[in-house]
């Protein structure tokens, strides 16, 4: 979608920047889905007659969007906004996955078998909606290494685990 124009007006009553005025003015419709993943943005040019500021400003805007990857520049084409959400969503998983992965072989050195590691798991989620005050209803079962474990409930008294 292209869009020539979008909401913007200077605060000349505050200390902020002019270029970061911007910046966050562009970051918020952006989040806020004014803007979608692939949407065109103005020129900097065309932006910058349109909201009478001076080209450079504008540019230092989209420069800095660029950077942290709000944005992506193509000479000729032009500006458009990036699809943040697929790829945090990819790297956050992969990052997920691999601490996962991590914490597995870590018990898995010091002995413990698959079986072992899932009961830890277990009752270390337990712990935490404990100590969130969230109800677990969660059982926790089975034999090995684990016999038991005391959990802090979220009102500070002990509470037997499995």
Same mark, same amino acid.
């Given at each position: 979608? %292209?869009?020539?124009? /979008?909401?913007? #007006?200077? +605060?000349?009553?505050?200390?902020?920047?002019?270029?970061?005025?911007?910046?966050?003015? =562009? *970051? !918020?419709? *952006?989040?806020?889905? $004014?803007?979608?993943?692939? %949407?065109?943005?103005?020129?900097?040019?065309?932006?910058?007659?349109?909201?009478?500021?001076? $080209?450079?400003?504008?540019?230092?805007? !989209?420069?800095? =969007?660029?950077? +942290?990857? !709000?944005?992506?520049?193509?000479?000729?084409?032009?500006?458009?906004?990036?699809?943040?959400?697929? #790829?945090? &969503?990819?790297? /956050?998983?992969?990052?997920?996955?691999?601490?996962? &992965?991590?914490?597995?072989?870590?018990?898995?050195?010091?002995?413990?078998?698959? &079986? +072992?590691?899932?009961?830890?798991?277990?009752?270390? *989620?337990?712990?935490?909606?404990?100590? #969130?005050?969230? #109800? +677990? &209803?969660?059982?926790?079962?089975?034999?090995?290494?684990?016999?038991?474990?005391?959990?802090?409930?979220?009102?500070?008294?002990?509470?037997?685990?499995?």
């Amino acid at each position: 979608m %292209d869009k020539s124009t /979008f909401p913007f #007006e200077v +605060d000349a009553t505050t200390d902020v920047p002019l270029w970061v005025q911007l910046r966050q003015r =562009l *970051i !918020y419709l *952006i989040n806020s889905g $004014y803007f979608k993943p692939g %949407d065109r943005l103005p020129t900097v040019r065309g932006l910058a007659s349109d909201i009478s500021i001076n $080209y450079n400003t504008v540019n230092k805007a !989209y420069l800095s =969007l660029v950077s +942290d990857g !709000y944005l992506e520049s193509t000479r000729g084409r032009g500006v458009f906004v990036r699809d943040l959400d697929a #790829e945090m &969503d990819e790297g /956050f998983a992969k990052e997920i996955d691999s601490l996962m &992965d991590d914490c597995i072989a870590a018990c898995r050195d010091l002995g413990l078998s698959l &079986d +072992d590691v899932q009961r830890c798991m277990l009752l270390k *989620i337990k712990q935490a909606k404990m100590a #969130e005050g969230i #109800e +677990d &209803d969660t059982s926790v079962e089975g034999s090995g290494r684990i016999v038991k474990v005391d959990v802090i409930g979220a009102s500070g008294g002990k509470v037997r685990g499995a």
